[in-house]
């Protein structure tokens, strides 16, 4: 049995692994076993080896390699890696973390992982193992290759990642694109021409689009889908080991590509499935076979803005906003990976107070984790607070009720996104303005500890709550079990009859101001509606709206320019499955009212309606009941839902949204303050 020798920590030594020198042959067969030999080197010498990067597997599923001449066990995909670089003779020095951290010393796995930055940093490549390849991987990374040095040759990766012209680029494409000989659509720099034409030569690219003659996905489309969708992307450690190495490679097979070049290619496939193919009818065909958010890889992000010099925070990386594309966004066999497993390559970790320590428990890590944010997280995309964290479906694990499960949130991501990150950038509410912030909360001494002590004041006691619509699972969440709430059969009838909006409630004296407030709160809750909020709150417009939220008739030839311009601006997307000559009419008004309340419903899963004491109606998480506290703490814009807790103090039931109170009108009232206890 084979027993590791101990590393020094003060030389910073790291173990690395070669193959046995082949036979006088000059070659193994594959079916000779695996045989590596370790030796023992210092960081600070600057040793020549290679990296890997691979999945670890099922590691039920093992088979025996030899290290030193004594047996040892290791993953079914880590053999394949080992049979795919002998076959190619690679005779290097080689660092794995199955072999070259003692998996089974908590200390030295902690050191350990705290210099594999560095390790792949200094590594002169990395091999990343996407497993075995096929004739479609074959043919992708073929076409990738040609496609990624096309779009670094015009510069068009680097033009992505700048915000400012990214946008004004687009336009000049899409101009150009619908009127290709028009002088002023060739973009006013040399740059911005060469983009657009290599834009329009790839949305022309036959091999984009569906076998004529068969109608089926070309090989390339296959082979690109088939890579997105393997387990590889998902592991929460390839994202440092895809970040921030010098040289690395995309291993499928035996085909090979540089990761730059397949990240810029995939990058511009993404950018025309986003940006390009919906505005133009005539490409929509564009890549189907390729599912768009497959395209949005954690790992090649993050890779992407590191070498664009940005600044990476825990938040931008472990937060996610929407629903998992049908494989998790991140994955770990120890949820406490989570956050060890990045801590290598974010700029905040330290400012945060968290460190690699395998010695605290999952609930311990989560808390801390998640403390440090709603005390001093920030991000590229705003920053975050108690209102932020989405309350668990069963608070019957061992996590206190305000701490986030961030392997469930990577793994499937959130059902639906908090008030204060509706829209693109969030901070378009702020229910606590004029309030102490910060300075007005108080914290205990362990920042592991499950109590989060919260300044804040109360508003008011919910009073009654719309039985929420029951889920059913779908085929897109990861996994299935996990998708409670996808896809609610909402029952707008039922909704207007608790807002006391239907023939029954009638006469109804604050009916203008509930169908007022329930459009509105039903309107925030929509990233659409939010990002056209300007638009969606001109009267004649929300009135429209607020039409269609009760599916009141309405009639084509009674519609003035202001509210026919909510369908022809086609802000929600309907028509673009329609032609663009279509004529407003009863029935596609219709039709376009039915799809816009399915579209709010689905912008609502996980969430119902309820009603305060006070007579306020708001949108809150689907667990809130009678009794609970609706609150401000001080340091969210959105208001939350706080319940009693039995034994003293409260726990949290998730943010809220309700009329009225949005933009600071309840502190106005200098309400008394108090310190929540939350568990």
Known sequence: MFHHRPLSEARREIRLLRFVAAPSSGSFPDEAPIALELCHVSLDESPDYGALSYVWGDMRETLEATVDGRPYAIGRNLHGLFLQLRRQNVTSWLWTDAICINQTDANEKRWQIGLMRTVYVQAAVVHLWLGPGNANTDAALDALAHLGQAAEACGAPALLLQVGRAGEVADIIKNRLEIPDSPSN????????????????????????????????????????????????????????????????????????????????????????????????????????????MLDVRALNTRSDYHAGVSLMLLDILYIRDPAPGRPYYAVTDPRDVVFAILGIVSDGEALGLQVDYTKTRAQVFAMLTRALIMHGDSAYGSFGLDSVVPRAAASDDLPSWVVDWQAMGMRGTPQKAVRHQGLFGGWCDATRGGPGQEGTEQPGDADSGLLRQGGCRVDVVAEVLSPPAGRPCNKCTPPELCELCHPDLDWSAVEAFARLDEASKPNPDWGATVSALATAVTAMDPVSVEHMARIEEPKVFRLVSRMLLAHPIAADALDDTEAALFRDDIYGYWRSAPAEAALTDENIAEFADALRRHWAACLRGRTFFWTEGGRLGICWAGVQAGDVLSLVWNAPAPVVLGQRHGGGFVFKGDSYVAGIMEGEFLEEEPPHEVFDIY
């Not at 911005?192 to 984009?208: I, K, W």
């Not at 499928?252 to 390009?276: H, Y």
């Open 186 to 293: 060739l973009g006013s720099t040399n740059e911005e021409h060469a983009v657009a034409s290599f834009y329009q030569t790839l949305l022309a690219d036959p091999d984009m689009y569906a076998d004529e003659a068969t109608g089926e996905p070309t090989p390339t489309q296959r082979g690109i889908q088939d890579m997105l969708e393997r387990d590889y992307w998902t592991r929460m450690w390839i994202i440092q080991e895809v970040t921030v190495p010098r040289h690395a490679v995309i291993a499928c097979g035996n085909a090979t590509l540089s990761l730059p070049l397949f990240n810029a290619a995939l990058g511009v496939i993404w950018a025309c499935k986003r940006t390009f193919r919906p505005a133009l009818p005539r490409y929509r065909a564009f890549a189907a076979a390729i599912d768009e958010q």
